[in-house]
């Protein structure tokens, strides 16, 4: 089966129920993409950072404040790496779970969809 939304193809799609504290990680062929979750209590933004690992391929993602039980996500689908000669794509949802948000003591569902696109070539 393929799936299409747009002009992106999806290579992965699912839900997972994360664990307190415990960082979430994607093994694409020979990439690592691992997602962090973390509560800064002198503010009240919402943020994600990508930081890449210095010895071997793949990125941390940083989710900083993600407690909305409503869900937070992006807009756009955000590029990470190319794979196979297409960039490779995230897009994602986070839902808190219930208990005790202020203290960082939730775990989240995330939706998550990987998605490619042919790279664009720049003609100028």
Known sequence: ??????????????????????????????????????????TNEIKVEAKQF?????????????????GTGNVKPLPLAFLNGKTLFFNYRVYALTGEPDKGKTGKTIHYTWLTKQKEVNNG
Request: glycine share 6%; net charge negative.
């Open 1 to 42: 089966m393929k799936i299409k939304i747009g002009e992106y193809e999806v290579f992965a799609e699912g839900t997972i129920v994360s664990l307190h504290d415990e960082p979430v990680r994607f093994f694409i062929e020979d990439l690592t993409f691992e997602l962090i979750f973390k509560d800064d209590v002198e």
């Open 54 to 70: 210095d010895n071997k391929k793949g990125i941390t993602l940083i989710f900083t404040n993600f407690n909305n039980s409503l």
